[in-house]
């Protein structure tokens, strides 16, 4: 999805910058009320953020994919088995609760897709050296170029939440929009398995505010100067216009950005073809790993 989303808040104190906190371990599968999921496997971690309405049930067949590594997912704040956002809880707040989290549980990877973009590129801003990669698929950013078409799409929504109240009919309205499940509606098996996910999600974000506390202010894309280590850009070569501005423009801007491109898919490239673009994603971390093994210590810097 695009970055610019209807959305309420619900807790938490807006935290300042700097490092990322120190995060107190809690139950297993729960990161402060945001339900975790742990994949098999060995290695350096790596977090993975899903896109609006979607949570971390996408992501586990396409772990086999990556083998070598430790996989962990979050459910974002209104999405999967996680809780609203809280009273006052904004998108710095998350981003510094993720990222301790992360650290904490020994990841140095992050991989986002559409909306989990706008998260992963906060977090970024925000600790610019915690992690050894980033992987940004169908990106976005808080007040980046925005597709009038979706926007219709997204207030459509709203409107049919609203008046009817039917998880049902929005599921259903929101997955005709062709800009952003087009390539997916073309393979039966992908559009079968994203539309379970998608078809559990409760639509309460639309009864308020809901995400726009993650969405404002509008990012600061060019501070991206700052993150010393590869970043990767994907997207499909039928990506929606506006995702592909938010691309050339995350991937210009920060000094290990390389924008890759992948052929016959849409705006769900990872979900589309995960084994063409986990190919990519694959040799990137290895990129990363390498980049880690020369690393100076110097950090990024800004003009």
């Known amino acids: 999805m695009t970055g610019e989303r209807p959305g309420a808040s619900e807790g938490g104190e807006r935290r300042a910058g700097g490092p990322a906190p120190e995060a107190v371990p ?68 998350l981003a510094d609760l993720l990222a301790g989290h992360a650290l904490r549980a020994g990841v140095r990877h992050v991989v986002a897709l559409s909306f989990g973009t706008v998260v992963a ?28 078409a979706v926007e219709r799409h997204y207030l459509d929504l709203t409107l049919l939440h609203r008046r009817t109240g039917s998880p049902e009919l929005t599921t259903a309205l929101w997955m005709s929009c062709r800009p952003i499940f087009g390539g997916v509606a073309v393979r039966p098996a992908a559009r079968s398995a994203l539309a379970a996910v998608i078809g559990g999600h409760a639509w309460d974000e639309l009864d308020g505010t809901g995400m726009r506390p993650l969405l404002e202010p509008r990012q600061p894309v060019t501070r991206l100067c700052a993150v010393p280590v590869p970043l990767l850009v994907l997207v499909g070569d039928g990506e929606i216009p506006a995702h592909h501005a938010c691309a050339r423009t995350i991937a210009a801007a920060a000094p290990g950005g390389v924008l890759r491109v992948l052929p016959g898919t849409g705006h769900l490239a990872l979900l589309e073809e995960p084994r063409a673009a986990l190919e990519v994603v694959a040799a990137h971390l290895d990129r990363a790993s390498s980049h880690r093994s020369q690393d100076t210590g110097q950090a990024g810097r800004c003009p």
């Open 121 to 148: 590129l906060e977090m970024a801003l925000r600790h610019p050296d915690a992690f050894d990669s980033w992987t940004l698929a169908a990106p976005s950013y808080a007040g980046g170029p925005q597709e009038p």
């Open 26 to 93: 809690g139950p297993s599968g729960d990161w402060d009320g945001l339900a975790v999921t742990g994949g098999r496997g060995d290695g350096p971690g790596v977090l993975w953020l899903h896109g609006y309405t979607m949570s971390s049930e996408i992501w586990p067949p396409l772990w086999e994919h990556l083998p070598g590594y430790r996989h962990l997912a979050v459910d974002l704040p209104w999405h999967g088995r996680s809780r609203p956002l809280r009273a006052r809880e904004d998108r710095a707040a």
